[in-house]
């Protein structure tokens, strides 16, 4: 078959008397064999566990090492847990064995208005838009040199147009101008008065003033709101001593200790009169002008809260 080597064998058998054969070479008229014994075999592992077993040993302990600390961080983990849900819910069943209470408590009071609110509505009439502007805010600069407590000044102005058989008809311009005056006393209404009808008759012939009118409505006494904030503030904190006394009553009725868990309050305040305008000029002016008082009349203010109360 050639003269090279034609096989190489390694491991092939294990003869009687403990001899083993590595290797076999197999050449032309030539077979060689390389025996060890089994002492050899056994020296030659045992070397090799010898290495292996301390890192073996090491990776171990590491391992177990490790799944300790996780079981017991665990362990511990979920006995931390259930102590504290017990103590949950121990405090909730101490909480729901409480007793709640619920009162409605109300106080009121009738102050004295210290305001009177008049409504005042003027409006005029003339040829040219500009003009009907003009004169709004000559009227403004003429009640606010008065020096009286007022809101609003709103103003407009518009087409003075209406209908006739079908068909509108439009000629000059109106103006309106609106005011709330909070005044103190109620002879302070006659120099409005006054000074709208001084204005009337000093400016209609100077200006294109063809029409000027003024309203009011239903002039009445009302409660300030600085006065309304002090009366609401006095009537809660009544509020909170007479709940703080039923509190005491009651703990001493049933022998537990209560105190106030909630307060919702619930203001009610008189409802003004609306705006009614309906009075005009023509009706009122004269050189000197004396209106008539509306009388003071007492208003209520209430508060009304829901109160709770626990009791342990």
Same mark, same amino acid.
């Given at each position: ?76 983990? &979920? ?5 504290? /849900?017990? +103590? %949950?819910?121990?405090?909730? #069943?101490?909480?729901? @064995? ?104 000093r400016y209609e012939k100077k200006m294109s ?7 009011? &409505? ?5 409660? /300030?709101? +600085? %006065?309304?904030?002090?009366? #609401?503030?006095?009537? @809660? ?42 009075v005009k000029a023509a009706n009122l002016m ?26 342990e």
């Open positions: 078959m050639g003269k090279k080597a034609i096989r190489s064998v390694r491991n092939v058998s294990i003869k009687k008397n403990s001899i083993r054969c590595r290797s076999i070479s197999i050449k032309k008229n030539n077979t060689h064999c390389r025996s060890i014994s089994i002492k050899e075999a056994i020296n030659h592992y045992t070397g090799i566990f010898a290495v292996i077993l301390p890192v073996l040993t090491a990776f171990l302990t590491a391992f177990l090492t490790a799944v300790f600390i996780s079981i017991s961080f665990l362990v511990l983990s &979920s006995t931390g847990a259930c102590a504290q /849900s017990k +103590k %949950e819910i121990a405090d909730k #069943e101490i909480i729901d @064995k409480g007793t709640k209470l619920s009162i409605t408590l109300e106080e009121t009071r009738e102050p004295i208005p210290d305001i009177l609110a008049l409504d005042l509505k003027v409006d005029v009439t003339t040829a040219k838009e500009a003009e009907a502007i003009n004169i709004l805010g000559a009227i403004d600069n003429v009640l606010r040199n008065l020096n009286l407590d007022y809101k609003g000044g709103k103003y407009s102005v518009y087409k003075n147009c209406w209908w006739e058989k079908g068909k509108q008809r439009c000629t000059g311009y109106k103006g309106s101008i609106g005011y709330l005056f909070e005044l103190k006393n109620a002879a302070s209404q006659n120099q409005i008065f006054e000074a709208l009808e001084r204005f009337k008759e003033l063809e029409e000027m009118n003024f309203s009011v &409505s239903q002039p009445e006494w009302r409660i /300030s709101e +600085k %006065e309304y904030h002090k009366v #609401e503030d006095e009537l @809660k904190f009544k509020i909170i001593d007479t709940a703080k006394d039923f509190s005491d009553r009651v703990s001493k009725k049933l022998g537990k200790t209560c105190y106030i868990s909630d307060i919702d309050y619930d203001v009610k305040r008189p409802l003004p009169i609306g705006p009614y305008y309906g004269e050189r000197s002008i004396d209106a008539p008082e509306p009388k003071k009349e007492e208003k209520t203010v209430s508060v009304r809260a829901g109160v709770k109360l626990r009791c």
